[in-house]
Structures are given as C-alpha cells and as structure tokens.
C-alpha cells in the first residue's frame, strides 16, 4: 500500500474504525516503512498530549445555577391563571356574580364524589381514595372531598377537589390539578364545558 | 458517558423536571456541570467566562424542558446547548478582532489572535516553566484551531463521546466529523514539538 493510503488508515485505526484484517496490512506497512512509523508515534503523542489536558478540579455551582432558574408555579389554581391572563378577570367576576347559586350548592355539598372508569381497581376507606401498590389505573381519576394515595399508578390526569392527595409525581403518568375555593369549582365546571381542565 | 440505563434515567429525571420537579431539575445539575464547566473552560480558557457558559445552559435547559423529546439522550442535548454556547463566544471574539472569518487559522503566520485570547495562566504556576511547558505548547496549539475543529478535540479526547454521539451533539454528518478530527490530530501533529527535536 501506498503512504498516503497508509496515514488515513492510521486515522481510522485511531477512531477505532478500522477492520482487522486491514489492521493487519497496515501494521505489516508500518513495519517496513520507518516515516509512517514516525507519523504513527507522533500522532499517538498527539492523543496523549491532550488527554493531559483533563481536568478535575471545577467549582460547584449548583446554588448558583438553582438560584438563577425562573420562579416555580405552586399549583395550578385559578387565580394564579387569571393573573396571567388580566383581560378575562372581569369575565371571571360576571360569571361569578350569575351563577352564585352554583356556590350555595358548593357550600353544602361535602359528599365524596369518584370518578374513574376502573373502580374496581381503587380501594374507598372512609373518605380515603387509595390506588393500593400493583395497581395501574388506565385514565383519569377525579376525587371530590376526598383524599387521595397513590401508591401504584395512574397514567392519566389526576383531579383533586377540595381534597388533598398523595402521591409521588413518578406514580402520576398526566397532570395533577388542584382545585380549591369556590372560584376554582366554577372555573373547574366551566371548563369541563370547553373539554378542557 | 454511560450505559443505557443512564440514559433512560436522566430522560426520565427530565421529564420530572418538566412537570415542575426542581429535585430531579437539580439530579441533572449534578451530573452534568462539571462536564459542561470542563468543556468550556478547555473552549474558553478562562474560568470566568467557563462558570458563565454553565449557568447559562442550564438555564436555557430548564427554560426547554418542554422542547426536550425523551427519545434523545439528555446527554447529546446539553451538550449541543453548551457547545453551541462556547462557539458563539469564540466567534464574537474574532469579530472584535476583525479577523476575517475566511482566514485559515490552520495558517502559521496568522496565530497573532491568540495572543489577545483571555487565558487563565492558573492551570499551572508561571515559575514551573519546564514542568508546564507540554501543557502549555499544545494548550496554545488546540487554541488556534477554529471553533468547529477545536470542539470536535475536546469532546472526543476530553469527554470520550463516541463519534457517531459528536455527530448528533454539532448536528453534521459523521463523515466531516471524521474529516476534521483527522485534519485536527494532523495539525496539532505538526505545532507539537517532537522529543528528537528539542533536543
């Protein structure tokens, strides 16, 4: 083989791309010509040269870079949606004012209410909704005065209303709302008339 | 830069972080900003401006963890945004310099813009002139290579990346990827004095 040929094997043996049976032609090259030997040995250099590069030493910057990060939103509640959307907080207080006798019914209503399509999988203690361990529920679970443990999984959404959960977000596979206060059942009514929540 | 098991953990420590989980968001700080703070230290050769690029990418991953696809390694996408960041750096500081982009920095006579680079001279006390001088000499050699080859140095000697993963890190195909790790070893080849040289 020629020379030339002969450095561009040295390349791809050195990206450790090189068959072996061409390793084997090209180690038999390298014995016989002393120049592609040199160039060999001072391309390994190379390698070793910038390995000595390598660094341990390095600041720890984790305070600075968490301190840096934007604001966390908390839950998700209305009034945290309206702030962020200022123009509908007159719509918000007009449809308070109409429906005002969806909220005399809110007040009285402490009933447990569970909506899942897999009741069967769930276990119901007192006011407890449990998902007990090895059971994965298919879909969303929805829990009024309630409060929720998930200690299997659920893949859908979960929907806490006037209650409290817990769970792990690693058993929760979708979104976890919270809904609270008056305002956010009537938002929470509204928009399940929008199919969104 | 691990099994595959690692990388299915940090997709999934993203996907935490996602859903608004700083405890995984902060996993991933963990893992990987000494390897960003090592890769642009060796890019930038400062520590100030290395300790800037780290906190600025995580920040941009942490503003694009919507953006982030799970079926990517975690890995590659950091490194594409840290990288990325080192580049840009370096190309401001040649347009300061009015070095024409075109010019073929591969050029011996043109390393006049290395002298005006802000190097940390803490790596390794000025009084050890001998004991340094290896370092040194090729230090200033992969700092005149251009950004594109210098980077494909580092992360593959330094950060051990595969070349099919430094492929998918600068988004060009593997063959210029190998193309310029062989033009680059052959560059630093010829600035790197030889043992039977110096004498």
Redesign the interface.
């Known amino acids: 083989m020629d020379c030339k040929q002969a450095v561009s094997w040295i390349h791809e043996y050195m990206d450790g791309e090189l068959n072996s049976s061409n390793q084997a032609i090209l180690d038999e090259h390298l014995r016989q010509c002393s120049s592609c030997r040199e160039h060999f040995k001072e391309l390994e250099i190379v390698e070793e040269r910038v390995q000595m590069l390598r660094m341990k030493a390095a600041p720890d910057l984790t305070d600075r870079i968490m301190a840096s990060l934007p604001p966390q939103q908390k839950s998700r509640t209305v009034l945290n949606w309206l702030k962020r959307h200022p123009a509908l907080t007159a719509a918000a207080i007009f449809v308070i004012v109409m429906f005002s006798s969806f909220a005399t019914l809110w007040d009285t209503n402490e009933q447990l209410v569970i909506s899942t399509n897999e009741f069967e999988k769930i276990i119901v203690d007192g006011n407890r909704v449990i998902v007990p361990e090895g059971q994965t529920i298919n879909g969303d679970l929805i829990v009024e005065n309630g409060e929720i443990i998930v200690e299997g999984m659920l893949l859908g959404n979960l929907v806490v209303i006037d209650g409290s959960y817990t769970a792990s977000s690693a058993n929760i596979g979708g979104r976890i709302t919270i809904v609270n206060r008056m305002f956010d059942w009537i938002w929470y009514k509204i928009a399940g008339w929008f199919g969104t929540v | 830069m691990g099994g595959g098991w690692m990388d299915l953990y940090e997709a999934r420590l993203a996907q935490?972080a996602r859903?608004?989980?700083?405890v995984a968001?902060?996993q991933l700080?963990?893992h990987y900003?000494?390897k960003i703070?090592?890769l642009a230290?060796?890019m930038l050769g400062n520590?100030h401006e290395a300790?800037d690029v780290?906190?600025e990418t995580?920040?941009r991953v942490?503003?694009n963890l919507m953006r982030y696809d799970p079926a990517q390694k975690f890995s590659t996408w950091i490194y594409r945004i840290g990288t990325n960041l080192c580049i840009d750096i370096l190309r401001k500081r040649k347009r300061k310099r009015n070095i024409s982009l075109d010019a073929n920095l591969f050029d011996s006579e043109s390393s006049d813009g290395y002298d005006f680079m802000p190097m940390d001279e803490a790596?390794q006390p000025e009084n050890l002139l001998v004991l340094s001088e290896?370092?040194r000499?090729?230090?200033e050699a992969?700092d005149m290579m251009p950004e594109q080859y210098k980077s494909i140095?580092i992360l593959r000697?330094?950060h051990d990346l595969s070349?099919q993963e430094i492929s998918d890190v600068l988004e060009l195909p593997v063959t210029t990827i190998?193309t310029r790790?062989?033009r680059g070893?052959?560059f630093?080849?010829s600035r790197?004095e030889?043992s039977q040289e110096s004498g």
């Open positions: 935490l859903n608004g989980d700083r968001f902060r700080v963990d900003q000494n703070y090592h230290y060796r520590a300790e780290v906190q995580f920040l942490y503003k790596e290896t370092r000499q090729v230090r992969l140095m000697y330094l070349l190998k790790l062989h070893r052959e630093l080849r790197i030889h």
